[in-house]
């Protein structure tokens, strides 16, 4: 790996390559970091780099050595699919393929190859994994390219996409201004509401982070995130496809809310109206929702249910749900709301809150309503710290 240069290999290259396969293969915290900064350098040879990643990722046994007549032929058929020019040739060593399930020859393997579009989710998951900004920061961030970021200071920014221009709030950028995929942050203390290039509308809650595309092309539309979103998907021939770290929810025109953190466990799918298919990376644990219905996955394990969706929707109108909910879950709602550090003693954690709270007051109000309705107070110990405690400790 020290001096091989990947951004010159071809897809015999990194097919050939026993770095890259192991990385792929077996993938370690090094090599993992390694083949991120490498689809961040945006290399020249990313297509093939995709192709091989997912031919290698979607196979499971070694099959015998092929000839370079039988290497002509699947480039061909590579080309055919994908669009990729086929490179000249050059000397190499004899490999191994990994096919993508039990067949009988590599050709056949390669009648099924993926699209362009299913070769375009490994690339904005690959985009998404290598471009991670932190949601930490107090500002919320439009991340266009690698040399245009914009600041928003609005507690609710409005951004729309059109055919020319980005608007955020009351500026208005050249699209030509923007790389293939945008980047989203909102952190604790803020929201957003996003219009996308097809007129699909996304609420964006604190402490998240949405990559997506300027522009959709191809056959179906793609969005990557990490937090919580609600969307209204505008109907189109093409499917509209949310991935997270762990599900992808494909939909074609309907209302949900996504709420699905990269470091956390719990991943939540819940439908307003419409109808959403949901399934894990491998394809599968596949349902498909019906309105008023709840998915969750944790540890593997995967549920749905009947609910009531404004215990999860209604956020973006500013109110929050509660049907006998812990208190310290609450606190934690409302530290990523306001943009503050609201803690419970151990005392008060796992009292049982139901109800509504207006989260268009203040800070103050709202918490003068749970000491009204709940045996606590709310101690204010810091510039932006609370602690909820019995009243009478």
């Not at 056959?219 to 995130?225: D, F, G, L, N, T």
């Not at 809310?257 to 959403?276: P, Q, T």
């Amino acid at each position: 790996m020290d001096n091989k240069d990947y951004k010159l290999f071809t897809l015999e290259d990194f097919l050939s390559d026993d770095f890259f396969i192991a990385s792929v293969k077996s993938p370690v915290r090094q090599s993992t970091a390694f083949w991120q900064d490498f689809v961040a350098s945006d290399p020249p040879n990313i297509s093939e780099y995709l192709v091989a990643r997912r031919y290698i990722e979607s196979s499971n046994e070694i099959l015998p050595f092929i000839t370079d007549r039988e290497i002509s032929l699947l480039w061909d058929n590579i080309v055919a699919e994908t669009g990729l020019n086929k490179p000249e040739r050059r000397p190499r060593r004899k490999y191994m393929l990994y096919p993508a399930a039990v067949a009988a020859s590599v050709l056949m393997l390669f009648a099924l190859w993926p699209s362009d579009d299913v070769t375009r989710h490994v690339e904005i998951c690959e985009y998404a994994c290598a471009k991670a900004d932190s949601t930490e920061s107090r500002e919320a961030k439009l991340i266009l390219s690698d040399a245009k970021t914009v600041v928003i200071t609005d507690k609710e920014a409005e951004i729309r996409y059109d055919d020319s221009k980005i608007t955020v709030s009351r500026s208005q950028i050249p699209k030509e201004e923007s790389a293939k995929y945008n980047q989203l942050i909102i952190p604790k203390g803020k929201m957003s509401r996003l219009t996308l290039s097809d007129g699909t509308k996304v609420w964006v809650n604190a402490n998240t982070r949405i990559v997506y595309p300027a522009e959709f092309t191809g056959k179906q539309r793609e969005i990557y995130v990490d937090g919580e979103i609600f969307l209204d998907v505008v109907h189109d021939d093409r499917p509209f496809i949310v991935r997270t770290k762990g599900l992808n929810i494909e939909v074609m025109g309907t209302r949900f809310n996504v709420c699905a953190y990269d470091k956390g466990e719990l991943e939540r799918i819940v439908l307003v109206e419409g109808s959403v298919r949901v399934a894990d990376k491998t394809g599968g644990n596949k349902r498909v929702l019906e309105p008023k219905q709840m998915y969750e996955a944790a540890g593997g394990e995967t549920r749905v249910e009947e609910v009531d969706v404004r215990k999860y929707a209604s956020w973006i109108e500013g109110l929050y749900y509660f049907d006998r909910e812990r208190l310290e879950n609450v606190a934690r709602l409302l530290s990523d709301y306001y943009g503050v550090s609201i803690v419970c003693s151990e005392k008060t954690g796992g009292f049982a809150c139901s109800g509504k709270l207006d989260l268009k007051s203040d800070l103050d109000e709202v918490l003068l309503g749970l000491s009204l309705s709940l045996p606590v107070v709310c101690e204010h110990v810091g510039d932006d710290m609370y602690i909820i405690v019995l009243k009478n400790d």
